[in-house]
């Protein structure tokens, strides 16, 4: 059982909370690169519990400071983009994305005043559609050599989107394999060859069987978790009788991404970014090892569930998650539609902002729950002790990098179909 001192330990991420330490040693999705595609590239952020601004300047660069002006604090987010930097339409000060005040033009010509202030600035790096920012101390750590970062603009697609939970329970609900045999269970299979760029919905490699049937008729998979450099690699193990071991492979990359399998041929890197402590964004990076990822159709289908510029889902609890009865019995497990998106909101979202823990009773099948749970307690205590690193690996190097994958391999010996699955994909890839 978990204690409410304990639960804090885990969830509070704003400035000072040792979690929140955590986090800030690894570089965290601050927005999308779209956002920026308007008349004037400015996003007002709130991260980790900071409230902040983005600005992208001329030659493609970002910038990432403080909401408030050091002089009297008005809001930034309305500043003037000029000269690399914000300026303030209060008293013109202009500040670059390193924090420097360049200008202070009320003041008198000779002053030199302008040279010791040093606003909040964090840097910030574009990989794939996501500008990441680093809100730690010191040198930023590298990016792992991860397919999501190598492979080209082409075959990854980016979005978000909002949930009013806090992020760990986010992040649950992605390393938990047996939930999907329930709550993505599909009474009815549609064809999966009409379901590009939806999860679940594809053939399994090397069967006949689409996934939907398979979660839905073999929804007691014995589940394995391994501890890895980059944190923890969760193993589903479906034993299909005659048709072989299904083996789905996801990954938890410490402290808050998932990678798990989105198709044959294409793969999700998600992070669960706390805004505050109520509330978190999902940053998806979906990466293709076949062809270009057709990224109208993804948009497409994304901007019908999903409301700009604020990524709110449509079907949200204030529609109760379109709940709907007759559904319920003869369509899909929930009643909630088809989008999983949907079925996972509702999941974390009705426990309550921040779930009360110490009232859980954890499962066999919460083994990687569990075993994530350790991880990020150890790393949280580290820091709250003041000792250097959180306590775990770095995640570079193609050895060290998560596969998520789904493959059919013997009952006896199942332990290789999957690498060998993997090696297959990536063979094929274009960009590997």
Same mark, same amino acid.
């Given at each position: 059982?978990?204690?409410?001192? #304990?639960?804090?330990?885990?969830?509070?991420?704003?400035?000072?909370?040792?979690?929140?330490?955590?986090?800030?040693?690894?570089?965290?999705? /601050?927005?999308?690169?779209?956002?920026?595609?308007?008349?004037?590239?400015?996003?007002?952020? +709130?991260?980790?519990?900071?409230?902040?601004?983005?600005?992208?300047?001329?030659?493609? $660069?970002?910038?990432?400071? @403080?909401?408030?002006?050091?002089?009297?604090?008005?809001?930034?987010?309305? @500043?003037?983009?000029?000269? !690399? !930097?914000?300026?303030?339409?209060?008293?013109?000060?202009?500040?670059?994305?390193? @924090?420097?005040?360049?200008?202070?033009?009320?003041?008198? /010509?000779?002053?030199?005043?302008?040279?010791?202030?040093?606003?909040?600035?964090?840097?910030?790096?574009?990989?794939?559609?996501?500008?990441?920012?680093?809100?730690?101390? @010191? +040198?930023?750590?590298?990016?792992?050599?991860?397919?999501?970062?190598?492979?080209?603009?082409?075959?990854?697609?980016?979005?978000?989107?909002?949930?009013?939970?806090?992020?760990?329970?986010?992040?649950?609900?992605?390393?938990?394999?047996?939930?999907?045999?329930?709550?993505?269970?599909?009474?009815?299979?549609?064809?999966?060859?009409?379901?590009?760029?939806?999860?679940?919905?594809?053939?399994?490699?090397?069967?006949?069987? =689409?996934?939907?049937?398979?979660?839905?008729?073999?929804?007691?998979?014995?589940?394995?978790?391994?501890?890895?450099?980059?944190?923890?690699?969760?193993?589903?193990?479906?034993?299909?009788?005659?048709?072989?071991?299904?083996?789905?492979?996801?990954?938890?990359?410490? =402290?808050?991404?998932?990678?798990?399998?989105? $198709?044959?041929?294409?793969?999700? +890197?998600?992070?669960?970014?706390?805004?505050?402590?109520?509330?978190?964004?999902?940053?998806?990076?979906?990466?293709?090892?076949?062809?270009?990822?057709?990224?109208?159709?993804?948009?497409? #289908?994304?901007?019908?569930?999903?409301?700009?510029?604020?990524?709110?889902?449509?079907?949200?609890?204030?529609?109760?998650?379109?709940?709907?009865?007759?559904?319920?019995?003869?369509?899909?497990? +929930?009643?909630?539609?088809?989008?999983?998106?949907?079925?996972?909101?509702?999941?974390?979202?009705?426990?309550?902002?921040?779930?009360?823990?110490?009232?859980?009773?954890?499962?066999?099948?919460?083994?990687?729950?569990?075993?994530?749970? *350790?991880?990020?307690?150890?790393?949280?205590?580290?820091? *709250?002790?003041?000792?250097?690193?959180?306590?775990?690996?770095?995640?570079?190097?193609?050895?060290?990098?998560?596969?998520?994958?789904?493959?059919?391999? =013997?009952?006896?010996?199942?332990?290789? $179909?999957?690498?060998?699955?993997?090696?297959?994909?990536?063979?094929?890839?274009?960009?590997?």
């Amino acid at each position: 059982m978990t204690s409410a001192a #304990q639960n804090d330990l885990m969830t509070l991420t704003g400035p000072g909370t040792a979690a929140g330490q955590v986090l800030r040693q690894h570089w965290q999705p /601050a927005a999308l690169t779209e956002e920026f595609d308007g008349e004037r590239p400015v996003v007002p952020v +709130t991260l980790l519990g900071e409230e902040l601004v983005a600005f992208k300047n001329p030659d493609g $660069s970002y910038g990432l400071l @403080g909401k408030h002006c050091p002089h009297r604090g008005v809001d930034l987010c309305y @500043g003037r983009l000029e000269d !690399g !930097g914000l300026r303030c339409p209060f008293h013109g000060w202009l500040l670059d994305a390193a @924090g420097r005040c360049l200008e202070q033009p009320a003041e008198p /010509a000779d002053s030199r005043t302008h040279e010791k202030i040093r606003h909040t600035a964090y840097p910030c790096v574009e990989k794939n559609g996501i500008v990441f920012a680093y809100l730690g101390d @010191g +040198t930023p750590p590298d990016f792992a050599a991860h397919d999501c970062f190598l492979a080209p603009e082409s075959h990854s697609f980016t979005f978000k989107g909002f949930m009013e939970c806090n992020w760990l329970q986010a992040l649950e609900v992605g390393i938990d394999p047996a939930h999907a045999s329930y709550l993505h269970r599909y009474l009815e299979d549609d064809d999966p060859d009409a379901g590009y760029g939806l999860q679940f919905r594809d053939w399994t490699a090397d069967s006949d069987l =689409p996934m939907t049937r398979i979660l839905r008729d073999f929804p007691r998979p014995e589940i394995r978790v391994e501890q890895t450099a980059y944190g923890l690699r969760i193993i589903a193990l479906r034993n299909l009788d005659n048709r072989g071991m299904h083996v789905r492979v996801t990954n938890q990359v410490f =402290p808050q991404a998932i990678v798990i399998p989105m $198709s044959n041929d294409m793969t999700i +890197t998600q992070w669960h970014v706390p805004v505050d402590d109520r509330h978190c964004y999902w940053y998806a990076m979906f990466t293709s090892y076949g062809d270009a990822v057709d990224k109208a159709l993804m948009r497409k #289908q994304r901007l019908e569930l999903y409301t700009l510029p604020d990524y709110r889902p449509r079907i949200n609890k204030s529609n109760n998650y379109g709940f709907d009865a007759a559904e319920q019995r003869s369509r899909t497990y +929930t009643g909630m539609g088809p989008d999983i998106n949907v079925h996972d909101q509702w999941a974390v979202e009705s426990p309550g902002a921040i779930h009360d823990r110490s009232r859980e009773n954890l499962a066999t099948s919460d083994v990687a729950i569990m075993a994530y749970r *350790r991880l990020l307690s150890a790393a949280a205590r580290r820091t *709250r002790d003041g000792k250097n690193g959180d306590g775990t690996e770095p995640s570079g190097g193609e050895k060290a990098a998560p596969i998520a994958i789904d493959a059919i391999g =013997p009952v006896e010996g199942w332990e290789n $179909s999957w690498l060998e699955r993997a090696r297959q994909r990536r063979a094929q890839a274009s960009w590997a």
